[in-house]
């Protein structure tokens, strides 16, 4: 059944596997079989036959693991010098350097280059990347080490390394390795040495330098993608261990079938060659719930260096782990411990786990083999999934975990279920997938690759990376699937084929596309790089958007943060200025005129913060369109990613969070169209001034939220005087199969004649409204429409970690939003840019309560 787990030929009804022994023929298998067949895959971890367990309760013993000794912290760096001297000399010129850390972030510590972010500062740390540089730390040989194996977790790019002067070897590629067994050159005190070259140069091509492709790196610093600061430093953690007799190597635990709680676990084991024994105790118990805990043993021996330990086991009452707005994120904790026979050194490992089941299943026509199976079965659930991409977080790699979890926070709050860690990336830390984890957030993991680079690249650095990382990230359930890069044209040959290979061999329970798009996925940017009006995003389908979207600019108070003083009060901005040059293209490819064409839909821009204003709503109104429709195409449309959550410094981009962490408007109106719960009215065009208009409207219950409930949907249109224009009410009871079409809300042509036109939908559950979307049509005739509306008047007060809004004016209020000046970076709101009718009152939980400030599109002013 190897090849039937992997590809999951499942169909959306209850349909059994096929058998192994009679394979589907060709022409009903899917672009999954025909791909897993070209790879010449070995066994999967979990092919062989396990042995069956029974867990009882309570927690085993631990053993005591191998002594280990991190080597994080201050360390010594110097720029360029000779070998020699760098050896045997002190080093006077010396600044202190954080691991993990970059080379650039010690620099602008130090006072050695001012803030890369800052202004166009970003050529004088761009100069640093071409430069040798030299790390030293000095360590004392911990008591009871034994053996002793020296990690580098990550480092970039291509480094060697001494050890007590003597040289243990060079490695190329920055995530994960090298590895050295330091035993025989151990002292008391110890002097560690790191030389990283320069940063590759290759073929310059439109003034960019693509010397990425020469080696394996996150390629978005390197000129295309708003930033040019190629990354360098010891970037992950850095220890040394001691040898435990019989070594655990990644132990690999997955679910054999969710909803009885039953798992695999395969641990690889290595001992001494003339053979050992031992004895395995493992303890499961949960991690973020209330439960007891359960525990095995397990002698293990053998007669060779290897052996492969394989069980499986129910877990009692098992509480699954489910993606964001699907249910909990129940996650649990393997504790194992090795015994070693004869009183040698034992061994330890902890993973935390869920259990979940994703299998893919085929388009409702059934398996094609020019696609992939792009239905996603969570625990036997079909999903339409909603997504984004997600881009490296900084480009100087400040990779801590408060910084992962103020982006992915929002993502959760934004109703994100998937985020594709592209090819143009990185294989993701552990914080990252720790808190996806926790967050109930999927992740389509490709690999770095990108444009046909993994041609080029040094296919053993490659296979390093695929395989140090599968190993490292497999037991995460928020891993949903693996990818060989980023808009490849042509993705075949030996490295492709390579990590379709390896990703059975070392995992087997996800599938592994060879690119993206391929295989029945899109990337579209008509409204961006084509030039496209914004109207060609309302009519655009796929069968799965990959990317998608239209960059916008910072909200206003970032953009201020990378502007220089005598820049702030210019408008229209200098064409050759710092505002121009933090775009996608630093300006060379039409970017501000781009920015003015989508902001022009909306604002006569005559001022910065307008025109900031108008770009973030092209952007919103852009994406939303897109994925309003492809979530009512359900089953026909599976899944929707647009371009996306974040980025990797300042600059107008297609994020919905600028790089400071402030959520622009498209991340709120995104957030309404990705409700669990939401009816949304899908227009063909952004205007039909004066014509007749018919608009579907839909409700979309993904997490089956009205069942046994009665419920309504109320539509109402509003004109330019916010006086009601028309209502309709749609009602019924109980469950609606995640997309019910309600019918066409009509509005004819003398209705039409307004700008804007507005549009509210309601839904009620058994009479409490609980959830509101709105859109707005007819902005384009009259520029700065939405915001020449009757003003209104809302009051706020704020108390335990709320604010509590009314509209006091006699009018509706619209875009209205809280906000804490100076703070947006790092405040958050659960709602904003809302309509609020009048006399309407709306709590909204904030992060914080001091300094906050009320405002909307047609807000009068704010009392509070």
């Not at 010594?76 to 010098?81: L, S, T």
């Not at 050992?276 to 303890?283: L, N, P, V």
């Amino acid at each position: 059944m190897k090849k039937m787990i992997l590809i999951s030929l499942c169909t959306l009804a209850a349909q059994s596997f096929a058998s192994a022994a009679e394979p589907p023929k060709m022409d009903e298998q899917s672009l999954d079989a025909v791909d897993f067949a070209s790879y010449h895959a070995g066994p999967a971890p979990m092919d062989s036959a396990p042995k069956e367990i029974t867990l009882v309760k309570g927690r085993a013993a631990v053993e005591a693991g191998p002594v280990t000794l991190r080597l994080d912290g201050e360390w010594q760096m110097a720029e360029n010098g000779v070998e020699t001297d760098r050896l045997t000399q002190p080093w006077a010129d010396a600044i202190p350097a954080p691991v993990p850390g970059s080379v650039h972030s010690a620099l602008q510590a130090s006072g050695k280059i001012p803030d890369p972010k800052f202004g166009r500062n970003d050529t004088l740390a761009r100069a640093k990347s071409f430069q040798t540089w030299w790390f030293k730390h000095t360590f004392t040989r911990p008591a009871g080490i034994t053996g002793g194996r020296l990690v580098f977790d990550g480092v970039a790019i291509h480094s060697s390394i001494w050890l007590n002067g003597t040289k243990l070897g060079e490695h190329e590629g920055m995530f994960g390795g090298p590895i050295y067994d330091v035993a025989a050159l151990l002292r008391d005190d110890n002097v560690l040495i790191v030389k990283l070259d320069p940063a590759p140069t290759g073929p310059i091509v439109n003034g960019l330098n693509k010397g990425w492709k020469t080696t394996v790196v996150f390629n978005n610093v390197w000129g295309w993608h708003y930033s040019y600061i190629p990354a360098l430093g010891i970037w992950r953690s850095v220890w040394l261990e001691g040898a435990p007799t019989v070594k655990m190597a990644a132990p690999f635990i997955a679910t054999h079938e969710a909803q009885a709680g039953v798992m695999d676990l395969a641990v690889s084991l290595l001992g001494p060659a003339t053979g050992w024994k031992g004895e395995i105790s493992g303890t499961i118990e949960p991690e973020n719930f209330q439960g007891q805990p359960f525990q095995f043993k397990q002698a293990v021996e053998s007669s060779t260096t290897s052996a492969v330990l394989r069980l499986r086991f129910a877990i009692p009452d098992a509480q699954l782990w489910w993606p964001n707005g699907l249910g909990a994120q129940n996650l649990y904790r393997l504790s194992l411990s090795l015994k070693a026979g004869g009183g040698g050194v034992g061994d330890s490992k902890v993973s935390t786990f869920g259990i979940r089941t994703i299998k893919m299943a085929p388009q409702p026509g059934g398996p094609n083999p020019e696609k992939y199976n792009w239905t996603f079965v969570v625990n036997g659930r079909p999903t339409f999934i909603k997504g984004s991409g997600w881009c490296t977080m900084d480009s100087s790699m400040d990779f801590s975990r408060a910084k992962y979890d103020r982006f992915l926070s929002l993502a959760k709050q934004q109703h994100v279920q998937l985020l594709r860690a592209w090819g143009c990336g990185m294989p993701e830390t552990d914080d990252f997938y720790d808190l996806c984890d926790r967050y109930g957030i999927l992740v389509m993991q490709e690999w770095p690759t990108a444009s046909d680079s993994h041609d080029e690249q040094p296919y053993d650095a490659l296979e390093e990376t695929v395989r140090l990382n599968t190993l490292r990230l497999r037991n995460h359930p928020s891993l949903a699937m693996w990818g060989g890069g980023n808009e490849t044209k042509k993705p075949f040959g030996k490295a492709i084929d390579m990590m379709g290979r390896l990703a059975n061999e070392l995992d087997g329970t996800r599938p592994f596309h060879r690119g993206e798009p391929w295989g029945g996925s899109m990337h579209s940017y008509d409204s961006w790089w084509g030039d496209q009006p914004l109207y060609s995003s309302y009519k655009a389908t796929a069968l799965f958007f990959g990317e998608f979207g239209t960059a916008s600019m910072p909200v206003m108070e970032s953009v201020l943060r990378y502007l220089p003083e005598d820049e702030k009060n210019q408008w229209p901005a200098p064409k050759d200025g710092s505002f121009a040059y933090h775009t996608p293209k630093f300006n060379t490819k039409g970017d501000i005129p781009k920015l003015q064409r989508l902001a022009g839909y909306f604002t006569a821009g005559n001022t910065l913060g307008e025109f900031i204003r108008g770009t973030q709503l092209a952007q919103a109104v852009g994406n939303r369109v897109i994925l309003e429709r492809a979530r009512t195409r359900w089953p026909e449309c599976t899944g929707a990613l647009y371009y996306k959550i974040n980025d990797n410094y300042p600059a107008a981009s297609w994020s919905t969070v600028d790089w400071y962490g402030a959520p622009k408007i498209g991340h709120y109106l995104i957030k309404d169209s990705f409700a669990p719960l939401v009816a949304v009215a899908i227009f063909d065009k952004s205007t039909s001034y004066g014509e007749p208009l018919s608009v579907p409207i839909f409700l979309l219950d993904d997490a089956d939220a009205l069942k046994d409930s009665p419920w309504e949907v109320c539509v109402r249109a509003y004109g330019s005087n916010l006086k009601l224009i028309k209502e309709a009410k749609y009602a019924g009871s109980g469950s609606v199969a995640k997309v019910k079409p309600l019918g066409a809300f009509k509005l004819e042509a003398a209705q039409t004649m307004t700008t804007p036109l507005l549009m509210v939908m309601d839904v009620r559950k058994a009479g409490k409204l609980v959830q509101r979307n709105y859109n707005f049509t007819n902005f384009e005739p009259v520029k700065d429409c939405l915001f020449t509306l009757p003003k209104s008047t809302v009051t706020m007060k704020v108390a335990n970690g709320t604010a509590e809004l009314k509209n006091t004016g006699s009018l509706p209020a619209l875009g209205v939003s809280i906000g804490r000046p100076g703070h947006l970076d790092t405040f958050t709101a659960e709602e904003n840019y809302f309509w609020l009718d009048a006399g309407e009152v709306k709590t909204v939980k904030v992060s914080d309560v001091e300094g906050l400030a009320v405002s909307g599109w047609n807000v009068e002013k704010t009392d509070k």
